[in-house]
């Protein structure tokens, strides 16, 4: 056996066989990564932040739907990148962490920057594992991939021990790509929920972020076909083409108030690729009170238990393929009407509020998303955060997304600034443009590794939504009127504007009106064609909030009733 080549020239080796070209993150002091780097013709963006760097690799992830991939040192390195796999873990990313880890030649010594990553990464990733013999470090690489991108998608961990990184590998290896295997439920279960299906009159069904593997013509092929009403979650958004005369939006807290009856007078909720976590499913103990529930998931932990309905595990597309060759009733008319009054009240009320804030001095988020419909190409890619006023878009018919556009946004985590960082791996993924809608309190965050952006020249836009600070912790103590008590969540001081650093590359741009916005928004679309990154910040009003948001209590609005009743 002859060796001449080191674990890391494995690795990459192994990566590049698996069609890995991107590498995010911040190598470990030892730099041992360097030399195996130039001959392997990958591109490494060097992050300034880890936790940046994963959110990367998350929106490179959730761009390409292949796994990414994210190399950190040890200790507060990994530790750093926490955040990041919780976000990857709860969004179902592909994603491989690499990180250095304490020789096992000092383990237990209190060696410098030593710590127990294995037991801090367990709980957020689908596999964790330390390399303790070269012999085994093909395997896990093998091993960590397959399990990254089947199942459910998700983050795994590869850690290297120090002294393992200058032992000899043998050449000559060969490397197994891995294979993305199929999970068709089983016709018993597929049965089962038929029975229900086939006699539903008013069947709905929810679009999870498990579905962002594929299109979604075939869902709507198949609510075409039974007549159901087609609604996502803000995860699984822009599979389904939002124009779709089925489509009325995004299911749970932001659902437009117009088309909650439609989940109230439902017979029948199928839900593809869903964790019905708790933003999703807001108000359904109202609202679906004897409504049985079927759930699509590949993943056993991924089903939720509190509901009545079937149960049928495997692939969300496999199952609709599956019920669309059957014969149920046709359409029923009633409820096509009711899917139709409902939505145009929804769009007559938007039209109505757009009327209103024409008259109001100032720039509204709501103004500004029409903007962005009628003046970026379809295929965009839009990342945005969870804040106060960014969340806007989560609300249709405010946003649409167009067939062939692409929505990331944060997990029901909704970490802090994931969307600021997640659109600069977005934007090294694809050729389409990438928009970034975030807080000024979430760019600040990011800012960190605004750098990066520069120094790797990385176009994209920025719309910073500035209300001085963080609106939506603002609007809580203004809804609580706690204005008295001294946290000044949002100052004056910070509304004078974001810090932006001057280069050739970045294009500054400001909207304090209504009046500029679209020249200014058109004017950043010529400046991203010429290849720049732009950052459009927008003077924000904190008054500017969706109603749904106006009648807060802790986390979460108030429900409607009992919003109504205040
Ligand atoms: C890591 C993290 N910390 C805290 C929060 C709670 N949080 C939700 S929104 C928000 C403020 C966001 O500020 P900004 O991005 O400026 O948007 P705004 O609310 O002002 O519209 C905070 C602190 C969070 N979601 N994530």
Known sequence: ???????????????????????????????????????????????????????????????????????????????????GLLEAKNLGAPLLLLALGTGGDKLGTRSFQEADQISLVKPLVKWAYR??????????????????????????????????????????????????????????????????????????????????????????????????????????????????????????LYTDLSLRQIWKESDVVITLGSRLEETATFEWDILLQDTPLIQVNVNLEDFAHEYRGIKVLGDGYAAVEQ???????????????????????????????????????????????????????????????????????????????AQGSLSIVPSDQTSLGFGAAAALGASVATQRPVVALVGDGAFNLFSSDFMTAVEYQIPLIYIVLNNGGYGWLQNQMNYKHLTGQSLPFVSEAAKTGIQIPQYEFVESLAIRSKGEAREQLQLAWQKYQENKLVVVEVYADLADVHEKISHVYGDFPLYEQQASKN
Not at 153 to 173: A, S
């Open 323 to 401: 019920w669309h060759d059957r014969l149920g009733q046709k359409p029923d008319g009633v409820w096509l009407e009711t899917i139709r009054s409902c939505k145009e009240k929804a769009f007559s009320q938007r039209a109505i509020y757009l009327e209103e804030l024409k008259k109001a001095p100032g720039i509204h988020v709501p103004e500004l998303l029409e903007i962005i419909q009628t003046e970026f190409p379809e295929n965009l890619v839009l990342l945005q955060e969870n804040g106060l006023q960014d969340m806007w878009s989560y609300f249709y018919p405010y946003f649409r997304f």
């Open 131 to 252: 390399v303790e013999h070269v012999d085994r470090l093909v395997w896990a690489m093998e091993r960590a991939a397959f399990l990254a991108i089947n199942g459910a998608p998700g983050p795994v961990y590869i850690e290297l021990p120090e002294n393992l990184m200058d032992q000899p590998v043998p050449t000559g290896l060969q490397f197994t790509p891995p294979e993305k295997l199929s999970c068709s439920p089983s016709l018993r279960e597929l049965d089962a929920a038929w029975a229900i299906i086939k006699t539903a009159r008013r069947p709905l069904i929810l679009v999870g972020g498990g579905m962002k593997s594929g299109t979604g013509d075939v869902i709507e092929r198949f609510a075409h076909q039974h007549g159901a009403a087609l609604f996502a979650t803000a995860s699984g958004r822009g599979v389904v083409d939002e124009e779709h005369e089925l489509f009325c939006g995004v299911a749970g």
């Open 1 to 83: 056996m002859t060796a001449s080549f080191f674990p890391w020239d494995a690795i990459i080796g192994y990566l590049k066989s698996a069609g890995v070209q991107h590498l995010f993150g911040l190598p470990s002091d030892d730099l041992k990564i360097v030399s195996s780097l130039p001959s392997s013709g990958m591109d490494f963006i060097l992050c300034k932040d880890q936790r940046n760097a994963v959110f990367m690799a998350a929106g490179y992830a959730l761009t390409t739907n292949q796994m990414s991939v994210c190399v950190v040192g040890k200790g507060p390195a990994l530790s750093n990148t926490l955040t």
